[in-house]
């Protein structure tokens, strides 16, 4: 019988341990880890709730004047922003303008993937100044990125 109660509570540590990594959770207490997890539950419903609302909001517009107007997100992270931008057509010029924004946001970019073959696609890491990290936001961000982006179609930079 102690055998089987051990074996119940060694199974809880193990599962209490892989939501603790899981979560990131840096709580050792297992109240304190289920909370992290909730809070972690919560983030994760809130950027599927923006992302059905930037897919809605694509879908719901006219397909022919944003057939190729790329889309962006961005999310907070530690130390700054995870910003992804996602067109259906190569943007010829559009990586220029989209890094000067970067630039004057004061956005130090710590890791990037780009592409522009046939479509446009960018996921970049952007890391901001200590001193600056309370007076810019995600939205903030999406909104120059945006910006930058309408700038360039307007000078028409594109193909």
Known sequence: MVSREHKKAAALHDNLQLLRSITNSHSLNKASIIVDASKYIEELKQKVERLNQDISTVQN?????????PMVTVERVVKGFSINVFSEK????????????????GLNVIEARVSCTHTFQLQ??????????????AQTVK?????????????????
Do not use: M, T
């Open 143 to 159: 909104e120059a990125v945006v910006q930058a982006i309408k700038s360039w179609s307007q000078n028409g930079e594109q193909d």
């Open 90 to 105: 190569s943007c010829q010029g559009l990586l220029v303008s989209i890094l000067e924004v970067f630039e004057e946001l």
């Open 61 to 69: 517009s006219n397909p022919l004047s944003h057939q190729y107007s």
């Open 124 to 137: 970049a890491i952007g890391e901001i100044e200590e001193e600056g990290e309370e007076a810019i936001d």
